[in-house]
Nanobody
Framework: VQLVESGGGLVQPGGSLRLSCVVS????????MSWVRQAPGKGLEWVSA????????HYASAVRGRFTISRDNAKNTLYLQIDSLKFEDAAAYYC??????????????WGQGTQVAVST
């Protein structure tokens, strides 16, 4: 099983990024997915989740209204559109499978992460 994130980079405050995560080795649309981030020197922070068919989405309060999670099951790919970036969004972003089709299943498999940096 592989989860490969991409799309991170250095962005100015107020800017946008689109993160991607390509999943292989599992039947992608069997699983809910999440994005989790970790800022330097801090613990893991759950960001957003999406159920197997993309209909139900959930967001942490810190990102609601600025981040949009989506998925393309035909491409085995998870996305995170990040808009109106803030300094506090700087972190390593990880895509994670859940152990089932819904968000309520526990997190299971993790990618290696993609780094988002925010600077003027």
């Amino acid at each position: 099983v592989q989860l490969v994130e991409s799309g991170g980079g250095l962005v100015q405050p107020g800017g946008s990024l689109r993160l991607s995560c390509v999943v292989s080795g599992v039947i992608f649309d069997d699983y809910a997915m999440s994005w989790v981030r970790q800022a330097p020197g801090k613990g893991l922070e759950w960001v957003s989740a999406i159920n197997w068919n993309g209909i139900d989405t959930h967001y942490a309060s810190a990102v609601r209204g600025r981040f949009t999670i989506s998925r393309d099951n035909a491409k085995n790919t998870l996305y995170l559109q990040i808009d109106s970036l803030k300094f506090e969004d700087a972190a390593a972003y990880y895509c994670v499978t859940h152990a089932g089709s819904a968000y309520l299943y526990g997190m299971d498999l993790w990618g290696q992460g993609t780094q988002v940096a925010v600077s003027t």
